[in-house]
């Protein structure tokens, strides 16, 4: 957008809008990224974003002399119309990262109020304005941006726009074809089957719940790294978001589809950010569909894909058991052996380590908390919880597939009943409202119990 509004033709040749511009015409561009400007404190920010305006003035040999961002700001607006004879073209990228960044800490009122009074200035300045563009991860009410310029469209959820943020699967095999065969070659496998492997890692993101795209910087890292791994969770941990799900027990908002209102995403008020559009506007949920009910649009929310799923789940589980990465990692494999083999034992035991990795402080003696802990495991270990898959008896507590194999779970929590009686009321149960029904192949029967300070598990192989 830069490039164009300076007239810089010869980037576009052979592009869409080559022929459609006058090139003629050139504006003068304010350009901010917010991830430049140091918001670490109000003071900060304050002297860097004045520093960052007056750098973009001297640009057009222009001097200015406001000692606040915002008065800077107006007084920029007004010379470069001044000076070019053009209106201005505004580009500001992650207009909301100070207030994200200060969510939780106690600086958030007045980074909120001086991020406020800067965007103001766009309101009073349409006279010197030609174009505004914003983008950001968040749709915050309070900052004077969405209020205050009543001609912004928001085009987050606008379908025309769904596939403008990631790769779809055409530009994916198109354009990176050389990348797909040569990791293909390196790692043993057909294109189709890498495609496949590629999809289900770092596909998914969709903003309509019918255009879906790849995660550009995974994609990109797996295509250089030539392996599969949760590139786009490591740039940052989410520990608030942790710590908030942890302490508003709401792990279905990750373990479950989720429905909501199209008011989910029309903006917030920092503080009182519930977990889910905070959840969605992270990255963390994605739309998986959207649809008209009663002439009002409605969306479900899902995770998008297996890097996000396997990344936050490792980092949630850790949160309730205090595990170390490399444990969760290891008795994962482990247990993921131990069903696929059927060993009722080993099992058992893994569930004895898992539980014991919990501190004595925390445990519950409640159903919901071991229920959660048990869901978050078979999460993990590549179960799919049975949120959209119920049947006309019910649903069963966990399922996981897999190429030739099968196992449905039900877990079950009591502080007096015997683990044996427990156990078989979790096989009966699965048996009684036949929740295997709709799978072919190999099944498995897992039943998972806890009573009182024991642990145990029984498998059982369907026999048809």
Request: include cysteine; aromatic fraction near 12%.
């Amino acid at each position: 957008m830069e490039a164009i509004f300076k007239g810089k033709k010869e980037l576009f040749e052979g592009l869409y809008i080559y022929d459609k511009w006058d090139w003629s015409q050139q504006f003068p561009v304010i350009r901010i990224d917010w991830t430049l400007i140091d918001h670490s404190t109000p003071e900060k920010m304050e002297l860097d974003m004045i520093a960052f305006l007056k750098g973009i003035a001297g640009n057009y040999q222009i001097s200015l002399s406001p000692e606040t961002p915002a008065a800077c700001f107006r007084e920029l607006l007004q010379l470069l119309h001044k000076q070019t004879g053009e209106k201005v073209a505004v580009l500001i990228d992650e207009y909301d990262k100070p207030v994200t960044s200060h969510l939780f800490d106690s600086q958030l009122d007045v980074i909120r109020t001086a991020v406020h009074d800067f965007y103001q200035v766009m309101k009073g300045s349409d006279e010197h304005l030609r174009f505004i563009f914003l983008t950001g991860v968040s749709k915050f009410s309070g900052l004077s941006v969405f209020s205050a310029l009543n001609n912004l469209d928001d085009i987050t959820m606008d379908e025309q726009y769904a596939s403008i943020c990631g790769y779809t699967q055409e530009e994916l095999e198109n354009c990176f074809t050389e990348y797909i065969d040569a990791v293909a070659l390196h790692l043993g496998k057909s294109r189709e089957d890498l495609l496949a492997l590629v999809k289900k890692w770092y596909n998914g993101y969709s903003w309509d719940g019918k255009t879906a795209v790849y995660n550009p910087f995974s994609t990109l890292s797996f295509f250089r790294k030539r392996c599969f791994g949760d590139y786009w969770f490591r740039t940052g941990t989410p520990t608030f978001l942790i710590d908030i799900i942890q302490r508003r027990r709401r792990t279905d908002t990750i373990l479950e589809p989720i429905v909501v209102s199209a008011e989910v995403f029309d903006g917030y008020n920092p503080p009182d950010m519930g977990e889910v559009p905070l959840l969605f506007q992270t990255g963390y949920l994605t739309v998986k569909q959207a649809e008209v009910l009663n002439e009002r649009p409605r969306y479900t929310l899902g995770v998008p894909n297996l890097e996000v799923n396997e990344a936050f789940l490792t980092h949630l589980l850790k949160a309730y058991g205090k595990y170390p990465v490399e444990q969760v990692d290891n008795l994962r494999f482990i247990m993921e052996e131990q069903i696929n083999n059927c060993d009722e034992a080993g099992f058992a035991e893994s569930l004895e380590t898992m539980i014991a990795t919990v501190p004595y402080e925390l445990h519950r003696t409640d159903e919901a908390y071991y229920h959660t802990m048990m869901l978050l495991w078979m999460r993990l270990l590549g179960f799919r919880i049975q949120g959209e898959r119920p049947n006309n008896r019910g649903r069963a507590d966990a399922v996981w597939e897999q190429p030739g194999l099968t196992v449905v779970a039900e877990i079950k929590y009591h502080t007096e009943k015997k683990l044996d009686v427990l156990l078989d009321e979790a096989i009966q149960q699965i048996h009684d409202r036949r929740y295997y029904n709709a799978y072919t192949g190999r099944v498995i029967l897992l039943g998972i119990a806890f009573s009182g300070k024991e642990t145990g598990c029984k498998m059982e192989e369907l026999k048809r």
